[in-house]
């Protein structure tokens, strides 16, 4: 069995991205991992680079600033790096996104358990959305709790963004893949960076959703029902990011009100505490595994 990592990447350093503690994250369980760097204003490509790991494979790329169609351009660039991968399996980890070092074992068994099975087309992972600071989760339906983020890599696939994957079938339509749970989580920090990075890749961003750059005056917009304490341990690789580069103050804005949105999913809360359901959108059809 033969393991693709890959990921896209562009000013990391700039808007704050753990994005060498994510590679260092999953380089123990990939053959190969391919990189796409974006030419960036920071010295991302420089930081990757000097990881020397034999196993890494740099791409450079240029992105179409003019791509402004509901982040088209993050699927174009992970599927710029998918298409390097040689691996059975795929396995797509963004910039802010980190793997327990304690789950690796999972992942590897799972992906061994399901390689000759072809009823399974992707592995799904619970998440862990960190939100405002290190110790908090962002736990409503608004927050996909699973999402699939290794495909096998003999599908016909393709991205609609840069979250989730299409297969397309024999009628050239697109579907969700066909997803058995991996057993393993993935953490994910793009919420708890410092303000002023979050301030950053909002301004930079919104270029590609076609809309003017969003307010962003902290993290405490939200509504509180939305949040829950975390009690776990994080991935070692991410002790020093968190010491130097995660945000420590968060108080929730006592003005805020929640949105028409926000009362909804307290409502979808209710409704899966009663009965166990789990309301949060999937782009992938569960399968037995």
């Known amino acids: 069995m033969r393991i693709s990592g890959f990921t896209f990447i562009r000013n990391g350093t700039l808007l704050g991205y753990p994005y060498l503690q994510s590679l260092a994250s999953i ?6 991992m391919v990189i796409n760097v974006g030419t960036s204003r920071d010295d991302t490509l420089e930081r990757i680079e000097s990881l020397s790991d034999p196993k890494i494979r740099i791409i450079r790329s240029e992105w179409n600033d003019r791509m402004a169609e509901r982040g088209f351009v993050y699927a174009q660039q992970k599927m710029i790096a998918q298409y390097n991968c040689g691996g059975d399996w795929a396995f797509y980890l963004e910039g802010d996104e980190v793997l327990h070092e304690s789950d690796l074992p999972v992942i590897r068994a799972a992906m061994q358990r399901h390689l000759d099975n072809p009823a399974v087309e992707a592995l799904a992972f619970d998440f862990l959305h960190f939100y405002g600071v290190p110790t908090q989760l962002a736990v409503s339906p608004a927050w996909y709790r699973r999402e699939v983020r290794v495909i096998r890599n003999t599908l016909r696939t393709f991205a609609p963004d840069g979250l989730f994957w299409m297969v397309m079938d024999r009628h050239r339509m697109g579907r969700y893949p066909r997803a058995a749970m991996s057993g393993a989580k993935i953490y994910h920090y793009g919420h708890v960076r410092r303000v002023e990075a979050m301030r950053r890749k909002h301004e930079l961003v919104s270029r590609y959703w076609n809309h003017p750059p969003p307010s962003f005056p902290d993290y405490g917009d939200i509504d509180p029902q939305a949040l829950a304490p975390f009690r776990g341990t994080h991935p070692a690789v991410m002790a020093d990011w968190l010491a130097e580069q995660a945000e ?27 009965f166990g359901w789990d309301l949060s959108k999937k782009h992938f059809k569960p399968v037995a595994g």
């Open 248 to 274: 420590t103050d968060f108080r929730i804005n006592p003005s805020y009100r929640p949105s028409r949105r926000e009362h909804k999913h307290r409502l979808a809360m209710r409704l899966e505490r009663w």
């Open 27 to 32: 380089l123990p369980l990939v053959d190969e």
